[in-house]
């Protein structure tokens, strides 16, 4: 499981995230929503270890991860919002690579490797190097890297950012069972579509504040608005409505 | 958990870094085969031809008596010293992007490894990005030294090996520390702040550099009176710096050629003790700051760099006039805005101007009354030579790395309406308008310092100019034809593979330039001191052709194969 508890982070003057509480359990498919520069990949980031927060805890399965960051990490797969891939590797040895680093065994990381490729299917590509994919293949390989140690908290910025719609529907199932599994999904998403069908709970920041929490039924009630779907819902808390109408008003000549 | 030995995660990091390498190797395309070829060739002639003038240097010095090879070994002390700072200013700034601003680093901390292995890995990349080009630069030199003083060529490479291993680690833990604490100190002061620290830092070493080793007095002995000069370097033994490493090494090559094994030994421990003590406090520190110094980095990209007033206004006095087509002003305006907000980019560029002045400076020490036309040409070209030499450094280090600049953004300009040609003028002129300024004020100002007047001043003001152009075009094209998208760091591009080449490409243009006008201004010279030699008519014109066709292929070959390869790159 995650938890935040009052996490609060700032560049200079600026609070990008401010006095965030989270708790998503075992099992739980969580999205967090927010329109741009609203904190979520600065949340995401503290919670990966590559930002520090000035006060708060953030626990992952019950490690620390400023006390005890590399256990922490050990438990989690993260899938950053533009990833880093050793470009000359081929998407075989870029996974033994990642397995080494999360202490798996050669033949564990092996018989993970087969399967994912082949849940993927990206076996005519695995010898190939990076460098050679498009950006949904890469996509593909990061997604790989991320479930190849079968980890206990998924991350994910951004998921189907590039890709094609089978990859998609198969990244919305392969999260579905992960979840079912008894797997966290922490999933920033801008797609609400996917946060609709996919989470059991949705939190909304905005300006580095958590303004709605719940499922979709808890948030409809919370924006007093009955029938609405997420997109309206998220329009309405977000301030997106006064936006919209500025762009039906514009006049382009 | 159990606990892995400290090495296993970094060893298996580098085990696929090297896998990485070795795809790359085994997979490059006939026009990187082509361009690394050409690249190990000039980079061939350039060892060759610096092994040869080192080699003419050593051999003429050996063949004075008494002096020669004292002198020899001071020259060679010095040379350490400076490949010594060098080294470790290499590695403060090819660490910022290895250990700070690298993707794969990022990376890797986001994985289950432990920050010290990470720092390991990075700090061992650090090591060969920042040091391999200043080797390359510095190894004629040594096996010079090797070669004059009849050394046995393996045993000498062998003893070479075992004192520069450690010689190049103890910068790398200087340069390295420097930097974590630079980043430390980054969450309690301003970029602007901690620059203007770091450079008055830098400028400080440099003229206690100035001060207690005198490099300009050793010149000026040199060519003043050789009477005095033992007296020098009698001085000068009290102030070599015998607590550097750099002092170390040369006294090692010193002993290796007197013979005394009990010397070299005693130099080779104190060099491999210190570099373990410097290991040994660098992974303790790093150990204790890296991740610290990584998130204050990191944090820096996510202030608040919402354009400020005062940005605003400096923004207003970088407006450029309306006569200039638009195209051509939005590009040199994006430039101009994002060289100013790039502070690693104007620090670097005042701390060379800092120490182009104290060069200016230090010409003082000089003698302005000297009335041998010989001496006096011979200063002049000196200081012709050393100017290019400068003049070359400032090039690739601020206009090669223009076109890589423009990063993955390239597509911008690429998809726009604006001709390729186009915007190369527009990198060329603003590059060169800048670089020609400097470049003439460096000549005016020391050929002033230096009392050259006349025909010498006005000589030198036309070679600058030219040398402005050529240097310019040189940095540009080769800049085009071997772009680095994918890095932002500026001194990163220019420590490049591509950055190498332009350097040694740029350092001998600047050397056959000096050559070519030195050799008519010699005889001119002896034919004013003697009028009964006749007035070398032929030599003069020759010297003007060459240069004419010297000065014609360096503008235009590199910019026509530097346009060609950015028309047919993909984007």
Redesign the interface.
Known sequence: MIELIKVTKK????T?VDNLSLHIKTGECFGFLGPNGAGKT?TI?LM?????QESGTIRICGSDIIKD???A??KTG?V?DS??I?????AR?YL???G????MSPERIRSQTEWLFDLFGMDGWVDQ?CEEYSHGMRQKVVFCSAFLHDPEVLIVDEPMVGLDPQSTRLVKDLLKLYSSKGTVIFMSTHTLSVAEELCDRIGIVHDGKLIGLGTLDELRSMAAAEGDNLESLFLKMTGGPRRANLAAGADLG | MPREPILDKSLHIMHYKTVSARSFLGNLDAEVVMKILVGLFVVSCFFTGSLFFFYKIFSYLGGLRDIGFLLMNKLVSLGFLAIFMMLVISNIITSISTLYRSRETAFLLSTPTAYQKVFTVKFIDNIFFSTWAVLLLGLPLILAYGMVRGFVLWEYLFEIFCVLLPFVIIPACIGVSFSILMFLASRYLSPRQLIITLGSLIVLGVIVYFKIGQPSSLAFNVISDWRVLNRYLGSMGATSFAFLPSFWVSETLRTIASGGRHSLLVYMLALISTTLMFLNVTFKFAGRYYYDSWLASAEHHGKDSRVKQATKRRARFFRLPEWLPSDFRAVLSKDLKLFVREPAQWAQFTVLLVLLAIYLVNLKYFPTDVEDSYWKTLIGFGNFAFSGFILATLSVRFVYPNISLEGKSFWAIASSPMRLRRVFWVKFWAAFSIFVLISEVLAFVSNLMLGLRGMLMALTFFSVLLMSISLTSLSIGLGAIFPRFEERNPGKIASSMGGMLATIISLAYVGVMVVIAALPANRYTLHKMNPDLPFPMFEVMLSIALILILNLTAITVPLRLGLSSMRRRDY
Do not use: I, S, V
């Open positions: 560049f200079g003057n600026k990008a600065t980031k990966t270890g590559l930002l520090r960051p590399e256990m990490k050990m993260y950053p990833p880093y050793y470009e000359k590797l081929t040895e033994e690579f990642t080494g680093l999360y202490d190097r």
